[in-house]
């Protein structure tokens, strides 16, 4: 193998818990592995996180003017095939259900499209560190799984809660003594249950990579004034990547993350802000997809591929509905919404269900249970809507409005309970009128994706409603005798576009 010298810097941006940290590591006549992918910090308790790693070939991610396939569908109208029988769709039309042929450019492959960043394998460690201490504690050399697209989850215990940690990932070959490439990395844990204690995090959704609006191509801009804003934690709602035109195997399904993870505006905020992922369906498998769903238009790559590929791309616990305590004020609820689904097109009865029994129960008995002063529960699809009547997706619309029915019914009457949702491309906030419950759509990542309902139509129901991109950020301020959540909007720059809070006495 041809060898190989290369600078790697990485940089630990201006986050609310370290100092600039500015770090310059020469690897001389290196053959890697790197960390052109990242790291993504992720599934935080006030005791434990988990540390998602990606060994890659290169140090930097294959980038324009290279080319990507195309991908034609087969005109079955023809009764003697041949090649000319295939042709360009607008995909996002009517998703034809019909056989699918990649055609990759000349000279081109899986390991050198834009936006490839090819595994590799190896090893890697986290060494951690309570803010302020000078030793760093270490995991064991953790080998990555090249079944998983080089990656490896990696988890920290025994943490202090409600305090600021560094993160360093170190990744080297497997007969290697040396790390090849690192990478440094903070986040805080969760306060004590029982503290009350300021929270502020973010909630996204929808990041079509081929929508990108930052002006320098580093990905999105909505990332800089996230993190400029200094969030505990973020939650991405799902539609994290576009898999629908493109992702027709399982390689193409795992270059999507790839080339989505190595923007570096991802690179920077992810090192440094936890996030809690849910999936949806274009990042399980295509628009509006459930399990048994049958359609050619995805090729070889299946919904079953789907499920285990966003468990190997994020951070991940056991069970892919969860829930989150951060101190005494804060508790959330991150459900599945495509696993445990029936079928969108049967007729909606008391039976039909997107969430499943197992998981309707663990929400009810949990939410029972917790007695934070907020509870919020962060959907993928909306609960309450209002929402386009064509789309049969969602708690919203009459698809499966009993069931939808059956969680406004459990949470009406309960005191500081909010919806917030993903999914939808516009922002919005809407009260229900039979039960007082509110629910905030966070709106897509950029204003290019921005689409979907009309400006003019504002309902009774809405307290606010703009077709832009952005992101919602939720505060909670805890004073002696009272606390404050505060819900505000805010535009693909970062300006607050609308705020709405609500007191509650301790």
């Known amino acids: 193998m041809k060898r190989r010298k290369f600078i790697y810097q990485s940089s630990l941006g201006l986050g609310s818990f370290l100092p600039v940290i500015n770090t310059l590591k020469s690897f001389e006549m290196n053959d890697g592995p790197f960390l052109t992918s990242g790291i993504k910090i992720g599934e935080v308790t006030d005791s434990e996180a988990i540390v998602w790693v990606r060994l890659t070939r290169d140090p930097q991610r294959i980038g324009k003017p290279a080319l990507i396939p195309a991908a034609l569908y087969l005109d079955e109208t023809d009764q003697e095939w041949h090649p000319a029988n295939y042709f360009k ?15 990759y450019p000349k000279g081109y492959d899986i390991t050198n499209i834009e936006g490839a960043v090819p595994g590799a394998g190896g090893e890697a460690r986290i060494l951690f560190r309570k803010n302020g201490l000078g030793k760093w504690s270490e995991t064991h050399w953790v080998a990555v799984d090249d079944k998983k697209d080089y990656t490896a989850q990696i988890k920290l215990q025994q943490l202090m809660a409600g305090s600021s940690y560094q993160i360093k990932a170190e990744v080297r070959a497997s007969k290697n003594k040396t790390a090849s490439a690192s990478l440094l990395g903070e986040f805080k844990t969760a306060p004590n249950i029982k503290q009350p204690e300021n929270v502020h995090f973010m909630v996204t959704t929808c990041h079509e990579y081929n929508h990108q609006d930052d002006p320098q191509g580093k990905g999105f801009k909505i990332y800089q004034h996230m993190q400029s804003l200094h969030p505990d ?18 390689a193409l399904a795992n270059w999507h993350w790839q080339r989505m993870f190595s923007l570096s505006n991802c690179v920077d905020f992810y090192k440094q802000v936890p996030c809690y992922f849910i999936k949806d369906d274009h990042d399980t498998w295509m628009n509006d997809c459930y399990p048994g769903f049958k359609n050619r238009f995805m090729g070889k790559f299946t919904f079953e591929q789907g499920v285990q590929v966003f468990k190997n791309q994020v951070p991940s616990s056991e069970k892919p509905y969860r829930t989150f305590r951060w101190g005494k004020q804060l508790q959330i609820w991150l459900p599945e919404g495509r696993e445990f689904r029936d079928s969108n097109d049967i007729p909606d009865n008391p039976e039909k269900t997107i969430w499943g029994k197992e998981q309707m129960q663990w929400f009810k008995e949990s939410f029972s249970a917790s ?31 009993h069931e939808g029915a059956v969680i406004k019914k459990f949470l009406s009457g309960k005191k500081n309970v909010f919806i917030v949702c993903g999914d939808r491309h516009w922002q919005y906030v809407s009260k229900d009128k039979g039960t007082g419950l509110m629910e905030f759509s966070c709106g897509p990542a950029s204003d290019e994706h921005a689409e979907g ?10 307290h606010y409603l703009n ?18 959540i505060i819900f505000t909007h805010y535009s693909v720059d970062g300006e607050k576009l609308y705020s709405e809070n609500f007191s509650d006495q301790i």
Request: aromatic letters at 8%; proline letters at 7%; zero cysteines.
């Open 89 to 103: 769709e607008k995909y996002k039309e009517d998703r034809p259900d019909k056989e699918v042929k990649l055609i």
């Open 233 to 250: 934690f973020m939650v991405h709602t799902g539609d994290v990547v576009y898999y629908d035109q493109l992702a027709k195997d399982l």
């Open 371 to 401: 007695d934070a002063t907020y509870k919020i529960l962060v959907s993928p699809t909306p609960i309450l809507g209002p929402d386009r009547p064509k789309k049969k997706d969602n708690h919203a619309n009459a698809g499966f409005a």
């Open 453 to 462: 309902w009309i400006k003019g139509d504002i309902r009774p129901e809405h």
């Open 467 to 484: 077709i832009v991109g952005g992101f919602l950020g939720i505060e909670i301020k805890a004073e002696r005798n009272s606390s404050k």
